[in-house]
Nanobody
Framework: QVQLVESGGGLVQAGGSLRLSCAAS????????MGWFRQAPGKERMFVAS????????EYADSGKGRFTISRDNAKNTVYLQMNSLKPEDTAVYYC????????????????WGQGTQVTVSS
């Protein structure tokens, strides 16, 4: 069983930065891709960014391109999301997810999810 635990969320002013972390644990943790998603109140959970565990190929949603950077530390089984120039519309619960088979932007292709961490950006 794989467990994902996010941290690093909080309240920040517009223009500020936050760095989210997602620590993974499990007897045999070897995902194909790790992703970050977010869900604002009353809205669907949306793709933010992903990174392939081997090779580090990244993909970003348009909303975060140029502002967000996803990275990973394979030795620590941890993935990060550095978020800069935050905007009020970035306010959401951010979720970490892992897929063992395929890299897509669809929530349905991810096998494991964290509990989420709240990010609130004030104007």
């Amino acid at each position: 069983q794989v467990q994902l635990v996010e941290s690093g969320g909080g309240l920040v002013q517009a223009g500020g930065s936050l760095r989210l972390s997602c620590a993974a644990s499990g007897r045999t943790f070897s995902p194909y891709v790790m992703g970050w998603f977010r869900q604002a109140p009353g809205k669907e959970r949306m793709f933010v960014a992903s990174i392939r565990w081997s090779g580090g190929v990244t993909e970003y949603a348009d909303s975060g391109k140029g502002r967000f950077t996803i990275s990973r530390d394979n030795a620590k089984n941890t993935v990060y999301l550095q978020m800069n120039s935050l905007k009020p519309e970035d306010t959401a619960v951010y979720y970490c997810a892992a897929s063992s088979t395929i890299a897509t932007m669809r929530t349905t292709t991810y096998d494991y999810w964290g509990q989420g961490t709240q990010v609130t950006v004030s104007s």
